[in-house]
């Protein structure tokens, strides 16, 4: 591209939703001369953000979770981009119902409202094509939302050039940046250096990648997660609007599925822990679809395909419905299943904003650009900050060990102080060898 800036404020790496809402929330900060940059072509450059399934569920057991997708639904109703079916997560198991009378209290604690536990008959009054005989009730909430993620990154792009702060280039892959006495100083590309003492990488899944550029490090690992869309089906063809029915978490199985036009969405987090480096995701140039759309691994999905099949029969078991798209999808999974937000502690002015899904991504921005402005942001981000980790977690096996384990807790029932089962016995304290002799 012709006329990259020689210098700038703050230079943005990578226009998913977070590069997006990031130059959004600086312009609005009163930030000038932001440059943000991207090796795909927009609006949909090839990351995460182009094939994500887009819907958000409100409540999170943590605070801060919940805190950074309530103000982003704020932001998406702010743009016009959003739709609220309502979702409801249903129980196959008496332990299950259990764990969503725990979403209720998690719920009204964080300011959910309108959350309700509901019989499975009013499950099938809401979702008439579920199998209700194998479901004991459900949490519906009626706030659960799908966005337009792709619609929301071009309007906050456009509102920021509106303000004369940003300059948008596509095309453009970041190949260096140069750091100088602990700071950072220059952003390399293949059509020109940026000088900039302020750097924000929204690289996705490819964060550890920039971030290793700069001698540091963002602790978290691509990952696969599968997800199929089957369609026409017969039942949904007069339904009229995008997403007429509420979204359906099937938690015990770890699955997800969804209605949209005639078609039907199946996602699932049951499948064998599928990491790859970043180092490895393929260019753009060679990816059949995108480089965050790999190919599918049938195997890993039959068995959640019968899952599917037992909770919707009519629709998944309709040999008339085809297979529109399967794919195996990249994400980003980290150790603890946090984002990562905050300066990296190995170089200052270098910020990370990795690790973010669609449903906290602007809020998670307008905090980063906060504390980048400020020093201290609205929401208290001290559950992502990047500065959490020690060396020891940033390592390959660490992350691959942690982030193995918790990918199938995605939906799973965890107690808040759980602890984790791989890994142990990286540092021990003087006194374990005598603790474990008294079997303490
Ligand atoms: C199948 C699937 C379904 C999903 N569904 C949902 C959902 O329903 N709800 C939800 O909340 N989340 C969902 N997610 C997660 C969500 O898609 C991601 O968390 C989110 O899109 C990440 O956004 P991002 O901006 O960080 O990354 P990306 O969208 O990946 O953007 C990163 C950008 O950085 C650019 N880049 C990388 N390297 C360079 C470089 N060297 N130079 C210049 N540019 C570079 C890339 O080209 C890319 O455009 C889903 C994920 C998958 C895989």
Not at 182 to 209: L, Y
Not at 342 to 365: C, F, M, R
């Given at each position: 591209?012709?006329?990259?800036?020689?210098?700038?404020?703050?230079?943005?790496?990578?226009?998913?939703?977070?590069?997006?809402?990031?130059?959004?929330?600086?312009?609005?900060?009163?930030?000038?001369?932001?440059?943000?940059?991207?090796?795909?072509?927009?609006?949909?450059?090839?990351?995460?953000?182009?094939?994500?399934?887009?819907?958000?569920?409100?409540?999170?057991?943590?605070?801060?979770?919940?805190?950074?997708?309530?103000?982003?639904?704020?932001?998406?109703?702010?743009?016009?981009?959003?739709?609220?079916?309502?979702?409801?997560?249903?129980?196959?198991?008496?332990?299950?119902?259990?764990?969503?009378?725990?979403?209720?209290?998690?719920?009204?604690?964080?300011?959910?409202?309108?959350?309700?536990?509901?019989?499975?008959?009013?499950?099938?009054?809401?979702?008439?094509?579920?199998?209700?005989?194998?479901?004991?009730?459900?949490?519906?909430?009626?706030?659960?939302?799908?966005?337009?993620?792709?619609?929301?990154?071009?309007?906050?792009?456009?509102?920021?050039?509106?303000?004369?702060?940003?300059?948008?280039?596509?095309?453009?892959?970041?190949?260096?940046?140069?750091?100088?006495?602990?700071?950072?100083?220059?952003?390399?590309?293949?059509?020109?250096?940026?000088?900039?003492?302020?750097?924000?990488?929204?690289?996705?899944?490819?964060?550890?990648?920039?971030?290793?550029?700069?001698?540091?490090?963002?602790?978290?690992?691509?990952?696969?997660?599968?997800?199929?869309?089957?369609?026409?089906?017969?039942?949904?063809?007069?339904?009229?609007?995008?997403?007429?029915?509420?979204?359906?978490?099937?938690?015990?199985?770890?699955?997800?599925?969804?209605?949209?036009?005639?078609?039907?969405?199946?996602?699932?987090?049951?499948?064998?822990?599928?990491?790859?480096?970043?180092?490895?995701?393929?260019?753009?140039?060679?990816?059949?679809?995108?480089?965050?759309?790999?190919?599918?691994?049938?195997?890993?999905?039959?068995?959640?395909?019968?899952?599917?099949?037992?909770?919707?029969?009519?629709?998944?078991?309709?040999?008339?419905?085809?297979?529109?798209?399967?794919?195996?999808?990249?994400?980003?999974?980290?150790?603890?299943?946090?984002?990562?937000?905050?300066?990296?502690?190995?170089?200052?002015?270098?910020?990370?904003?990795?690790?973010?899904?669609?449903?906290?991504?602007?809020?998670?921005?307008?905090?980063?650009?906060?504390?980048?402005?400020n020093g201290e942001p609205e929401i208290d981000p001290h559950?992502?900050?990047?500065?959490?980790?020690?060396?020891?977690?940033?390592?390959?096996?660490?992350?691959?060990?942690r982030t193995s384990e918790g990918f199938n807790k995605t939906?799973?029932?965890?107690?808040?102080?759980?602890?984790?089962?791989?890994?142990?016995?990286?540092?021990?304290?003087?006194?374990?060898?005598?603790?474990?002799?008294?079997?303490?």
């Open positions: 591209m012709a006329g990259l800036p020689e210098k700038a404020r703050v230079v943005v790496i990578g226009a998913g939703i977070v590069g997006n809402s990031m130059a959004w929330h600086l312009a609005r900060l009163g930030w000038r001369d932001i440059v943000l940059l991207e090796k795909g072509t927009l609006p949909s450059p090839g990351g995460s953000t182009g094939h994500a399934s887009n819907f958000i569920y409100l409540t999170d057991h943590s605070k801060e979770m919940t805190a950074f997708t309530v103000e982003s639904v704020r932001q998406y109703k702010e743009l016009g981009v959003i739709i609220e079916p309502g979702g409801i997560e249903v129980a196959r198991t008496p332990e299950r119902m259990q764990e969503l009378t725990r979403r209720i209290t998690s719920s009204k604690s964080w300011g959910i409202d309108g959350v309700e536990l509901i019989s499975k008959e009013r499950v099938k009054e809401l979702v008439p094509f579920i199998n209700d005989d194998i479901i004991l009730g459900g949490f519906y909430t009626p706030g659960v939302a799908v966005v337009d993620s792709l619609e929301a990154g071009t309007l906050m792009r456009r509102k920021a050039q509106e303000l004369g702060a940003l300059t948008v280039a596509a095309g453009v892959e970041v190949t260096g940046l140069d750091v100088e006495n602990g700071h950072i100083k220059r952003v390399r590309t293949d059509q020109g250096d940026i000088e900039a003492e302020t750097v924000v990488i929204a690289c996705g899944v490819w964060s550890p990648r920039i971030a290793r550029m700069a001698g540091a490090s963002i602790p978290l690992t691509p990952a696969v997660h599968q997800m199929i869309d089957i369609g026409p089906i017969p039942i949904f063809e007069h339904t009229t609007s995008e997403v007429s029915f509420p979204i359906v978490r099937d938690v015990d199985t770890n699955m997800y599925e969804r209605q949209h036009g005639t078609g039907f969405e199946i996602g699932s987090y049951a499948h064998r822990a599928i990491l790859m480096e970043a180092d490895d995701i393929p260019s753009i140039e060679a990816s059949a679809l995108s480089p965050t759309m790999l190919p599918f691994t049938q195997e890993d999905f039959d068995p959640q395909l019968e899952d599917a099949l037992e909770l919707f029969p009519d629709l998944v078991g309709d040999e008339k419905a085809g297979v529109k798209l399967a794919i195996n999808g990249l994400l980003s999974l980290t150790p603890d299943g946090n984002p990562i937000i905050g300066e990296t502690p190995e170089v200052k002015g270098l910020w990370s904003a990795a690790a973010i899904w669609i449903k906290e991504a602007p809020g998670v921005a307008k905090t980063v650009a906060e504390w980048m402005t559950g992502s900050d990047i500065a959490r980790f020690y060396d020891h977690h940033k390592t390959k096996q660490h992350i691959d060990a939906y799973g029932i965890v107690h808040p102080m759980e602890q984790w089962a791989s890994i142990r016995g990286v540092r021990l304290s003087p006194f374990y060898e005598r603790e474990k002799e008294l079997g303490a």
